[in-house]
């Protein structure tokens, strides 16, 4: 779970361009909108495209999309539950 | 400099008909022109119902029959259709007579070529026929628009993505105002992109069926493609030719919602704003208003902001309205134009249009739109509203003379 | 009623973020293209707002703010922005991408990005602007029709502050472009000698610009702005010369009246032609200087053109390497902008000292 969650911050930086910060300044918990690193819609977007072109993850509705995309965690917990099921 | 400033002529192609004759009548007939895309070359030709002209390159070319053969975009062809039209509508036959202009909107400008120069391009530098280049930039269309009606005064390009030609047609009626043009030509013209599709496809706001503008079930927008521009003139220039009015356009406002790059504020700040800022010019009161045609794309946000800001304005007086987008799809930048065209309609034939697809109410609102052609009710003033990403909103108000 | 340059900001090609009016002149010795220098960025936008930025965003956004700055406006009535080819580094971005990944599984940033008024959107987002908010995308008129708004917002007393600018970018693929359709030099130039370079082609340039047009004189008024005329593809050189004296009448002025012509000669041996047959006949006796080897010929470059005039006017002297023609000059009154892109858009802009 830890090497997802390292692997996948580095992945979130990259899709969303955040060049100042590093795996270390991203709290795997804290929520990834609104609060905590403050995304937005677009953000949510691209993070939908990582997920899908990356994990061949799709999420089909906005309530799924806020549950999955909560925070790094939620990500990485329903990244391992995916591969599981595969 | 309180120029009042008048329509007289109106010129438009898109989904539903190439001309203002043909528009009104499938708009009569509740003939819509939603389909799967005949000419556009994409993937996802089966994927996203769209508003296709229903005329190829070679036939719009026809259509146009351009002064010297030269390289034409999609965009450009459309766009001289349609101010051709206005021209020949207004009665204008000597150009030179007065201090004329022309203002063009466009957000894809010549993309549609772009699209076929590009690929070869990122291959290898060397090719991709540079004649299917230097059409790209917005400019393009309209300075060959300008040449095929032999315009030199004024010549602009505006492109603020959907509130484009709304735009145009504000800072015409400015620059008549301000007495630097007596008449000029403005509104807008889009193509259908592979670019604009696939855009709006990343942005998920594409509707896979039919969009239902201010439906609670509503999933998204149709892309669609046209022109249309209106003749702007001044009261001096109407008498000496004795013109025939279509309408006066009243007032005008622009603002921006400064919220998000592509949402909506959720409580409408921009749209009120823009709305308001209309009515200040217009100098008239939100129950002047018989009719607003609503930007009404069929998107989530969209329907919701708009229907608040409507909701918040008009009270309980609020005013019939609904979206032609059901009609003619999202022409993005030409919207304003193909809009003010409709607003126009209204006023001379008395008529409300329908807002298709629309059968359930959203729960958020206590408005809803018409959803029958009305020809019984006096249609003296009318509102348009045109809001556009970057949270540029534009709203014009068409009266009766 | 007057209309005053209260302040500006300009990342272009010459060391101009930071206020200075070209101290240190940057030397190309073989060059076909200028780059922007640009100022730290982090200074001036915050890491995350600057995140989706690409640079034409991000030189527009920091012109804008240093302008904002210099004026001490917090909140414009109106930002209108020009800019000849919009956001293009985002639109080759979402090209590519589309045929890359075969229209499947895009990223949106990109196409969001590439919509033209995104400059103008930005600036107002960050600041919380929720006044007129305009973008003109027109070749060579797109910084005038910009100015021209401004002016008419002025005048009809629905603005005191209008922020007003231009921006354009240059990339890799767009100089391939222009190289390849012939608008470049063939050979390498020292940009410094680009008036006398005497062959077809110019140099490519980029900038972003943006002045604080006011209808009240500060202690920080750089000049007044009198008029802007801008004309579309004349006929021949006289339409040209007619089109100015008609300009200088209608502002009560003639052609004694002109201090300076500060001219938009680009080193195209094709296109340079208008500027020296003016500079033989209406301009045979005024002192004539000109700013594209320094900033490179673009659509919007008559920004950085007239942000150059503003400074003459203000320091009442016009830097050696730009000078074409000299006359003994006590006071810099009235300086007349001439430029023109491509034979096609042709511009204007009269401005006097205050």
Same mark, same amino acid.
């Given at each position: 779970m ?12 990259e899709?969303?361009n ?9 709290d795997a ?6 609060e905590?690193l403050?995304?937005?819609?677009i953000?949510a ?9 990356k ?5 089909n509705?906005a309530?799924?999309?806020k549950?999955?995309?909560h ?8 990244i391992l539950?995916h591969?599981?099921?595969? | 400099?309180?120029e ?8 438009i ?13 499938s $708009? ?9 895309p ?13 508003g ?5 390159n070679n036939?719009?070319?026809? !259509?146009v029959?351009?002064?010297k053969?030269?390289?034409?975009s999609?965009?450009?062809?459309l766009?001289? $259709? ?7 509508n207004?009665?204008i036959?000597?150009i030179s007579e ?7 909107a466009?957000t ?6 772009t699209e076929?120069?590009?690929p ?12 299917n280049?230097?059409?790209?930039? #917005?400019g ?8 095929h009606l ?7 390009? $505006?492109?603020t993505? #959907?509130s484009?030609?709304a735009?145009? $047609? ?9 007495? @630097?043009?007596?008449?000029v ?9 592979? /670019?604009?599709?696939?855009?709006f +496809?990343?942005?998920?706001?594409l ?5 239902r ?7 998204g927008?149709n892309?669609?493609e046209?022109?249309?521009f209106?003749i702007l003139?001044s009261?001096?220039s109407i ?5 025939n009015i279509? #309408?006066?356009?009243?007032?005008y ?6 919220f ?5 504020s ?15 010019t217009?100098?008239?009161?939100p129950e ?6 609503a ?5 989530p946000?969209?329907? !919701?902001?708009?229907?608040k800001?409507i ?9 019939m ?25 209204? @006023?001379?034939?008395q008529?409300? /249009? ?13 408005i ?7 020809? +019984? ?20 108000i /068409?009266?009766?003379? | 009623?007057?209309i005053?340059?209260?302040g500006?900001g ?9 206020g200075e009016?070209l101290?240190k002149i940057?030397?190309h010795?073989q060059?076909d293209?200028l780059?922007?220098?640009e100022p ?7 890491p995350?707002a600057a ?6 965003? =991000?030189n ?13 406006i917090?909140n414009?009535?109106?930002i209108?922005?020009?800019t000849g ?9 979402f ?21 033209h ?6 600036i ?9 908010n ?12 910009a ?8 005048n009809?007393?629905?603005?005191s ?12 693929n767009?100089?391939?472009i222009?190289k ?14 680009l008036s006398?370079?005497n ?16 209808n ?5 008024t750089?000049a ?5 005329s ?5 006929t ?11 300009f200088?009448s209608?502002?009560n ?6 201090d300076?012509?500060l ?5 195209? =041996? ?27 010929e ?11 005039g503003?400074?003459?006017? =203000? ?5 050696q390497?730009?000078k ?12 007349l902008?001439y430029n023109?892109?491509q ?8 401005i006097?000292?205050c």
């Amino acid at each position: 779970m830890e090497e997802i969650i390292i692997q996948l911050k580095k992945e979130i930086i990259e899709a969303l361009n955040l060049e100042e910060m590093s795996p270390d300044d991203i709290d795997a918990d804290a929520p990834l909108f609104i609060e905590g690193l403050g995304l937005d819609s677009i953000d949510a977007l691209e993070l939908n495209v990582l997920l899908e072109k990356k994990y061949g993850i799709k999420i089909n509705t906005a309530e799924e999309g806020k549950k999955v995309l909560h925070s790094v965690r939620s990500m990485a917990e329903h990244i391992l539950n995916h591969q599981k099921k595969n | 400099m309180s120029e009042r400033v008048f329509i007289t002529g109106t010129g438009i192609i898109c989904a539903i008909g190439n001309t203002t004759q043909v528009v009104l009548e499938s $708009i009569r007939q509740s003939k819509h022109g939603i389909g799967f895309p005949t000419f556009l070359n994409t993937i996802h030709q089966f994927d996203f119902p769209v508003g296709e002209v229903k005329y190829s390159n070679n036939e719009l070319y026809d !259509l146009v029959q351009p002064k010297k053969k030269t390289n034409l975009s999609r965009t450009a062809l459309l766009g001289m $259709i349609a101010a051709k039209e206005a021209l020949k509508n207004a009665g204008i036959e000597n150009i030179s007579e007065f201090r004329t202009g022309l203002i063009s909107a466009t957000t894809v400008g010549g993309m549609d070529k772009t699209e076929i120069f590009f690929p070869s391009f990122i291959n290898n530098p060397n090719s991709g026929r540079l004649r299917n280049i230097i059409t790209h930039d #917005c400019g393009d269309s309209t300075e060959q628009i300008a040449e095929h009606l032999g315009i030199k005064d004024y010549i602009t390009t $505006i492109s603020t993505a #959907c509130s484009s030609s709304a735009n145009a $047609i504000m800072l015409g009626a400015r620059l008549i105002k301000n007495n @630097i043009l007596d008449r000029v030509v403005v509104g807008g013209t889009d193509a259908l992109t592979k /670019f604009t599709l696939n855009g709006f +496809n990343s942005l998920m706001i594409l509707d896979k069926s039919h969009c239902r503008p201010f439906d609670e079930t509503r999933n998204g927008l149709n892309l669609g493609e046209g022109a249309g521009f209106v003749i702007l003139e001044s009261e001096k220039s109407i008498k000496i030719n004795n013109k025939n009015i279509i #309408c006066e356009l009243k007032g005008y406002g622009n603002a921006c919602d400064a919220f998000h790059q592509t949402a909506s504020s959720p409580d409408g700040y921009g749209a009120c704003l823009a709305i308001s800022k209309a009515f200040e010019t217009s100098g008239l009161n939100p129950e002047d208003i018989d009719y607003i045609n609503a930007h009404g794309t069929g998107t989530p946000n969209n329907d !919701l902001t708009e229907g608040k800001a409507i909701e918040k304005i008009f009270g309980n007086k609020d005013p019939m309205f609904s979206s032609t987008k059901s009609y003619t799809g999202h022409t993005l930048a030409a919207s304003g134009g193909i809009e003010a065209v409709f607003s126009c309609l209204a @006023i001379q034939h008395q008529l409300i /249009f329908p807002n298709l697809n629309f059968s359930n109410q959203m729960k958020e609102l206590e408005i809803s739109p018409v959803n029958t052609l009305i020809h +019984n009710k006096p249609v003296r003033n009318v509102l348009s509203n045109s809001f556009g990403f970057g949270g540029n909103n534009t709203t014009l108000i /068409f009266s009766k003379y | 009623m007057k209309i005053y340059i209260n302040g500006t900001g300009n990342i272009s090609p010459q060391k101009t973020f930071n206020g200075e009016f070209l101290d240190k002149i940057i030397e190309h010795e073989q060059t076909d293209h200028l780059n922007c220098v640009e100022p730290i960025y982090k200074d001036y936008i915050n890491p995350m707002a600057a995140r989706r930025m690409s640079k034409i965003i =991000k030189n527009g956004y920091c012109a804008a703010k240093i302008c904002l700055q210099e004026a001490a406006i917090d909140n414009p009535d109106a930002i209108i922005v020009g800019t000849g080819m919009g956001c293009i580094e985002d639109t080759e971005k979402f090209l590519t991408s589309i045929i890359e990944n075969d229209e499947k599984l895009l990223n949106p940033t990109p196409f969001i990005q590439s919509t033209h008024n995104t400059i103008a959107a930005q600036i107002a987002l960050l600041i919380k602007c929720h006044n007129y908010n305009f973008t003109y995308v027109h070749r060579g008129f797109s910084f005038e029709s910009a100015m021209i708004d401004a002016m008419m917002m002025l005048n009809e007393n629905k603005a005191s502050n209008v922020l007003t600018g231009a921006s354009d970018e240059l990339t890799n693929n767009f100089y391939l472009i222009l190289k390849r359709l012939g608008f470049l030099k063939r050979k390498s130039i020292n940009n410094l000698q680009l008036s006398s370079s005497n062959s077809g082609g110019t140099i490519a340039g980029e900038g972003s610009t943006f002045f604080m047009l006011s209808n009240k004189e500060t202690e920080k008024t750089y000049a007044s702005l009198t008029g802007i005329s801008t004309f579309f593809k004349p006929t021949d050189h006289q339409e040209i010369s007619s089109k100015i004296n008609k300009f200088l009448s209608q502002n009560n002025l003639n052609i004694q009246d002109i201090d300076l012509a500060l001219l938009g000669i680009n080193g195209d =041996k094709n296109f340079d032609a208008p500027y020296y047959f003016l500079m033989d006949t209406i301009f045979k006796n005024t002192p004539s200087a000109y700013f594209k080897h320094l900033c490179g010929e673009y659509h919007t470059a008559s920004a950085f053109g007239f942000w150059t005039g503003i400074n003459i006017l =203000k320091n009442q002297a016009v830097p050696q390497l730009l000078k074409l023609k000299e006359y003994p000059i006590t006071e810099f009154k009235n300086i007349l902008i001439y430029n023109h892109y491509q034979n096609i858009n042709h511009s204007l802009f009269l401005i006097r000292k205050c």
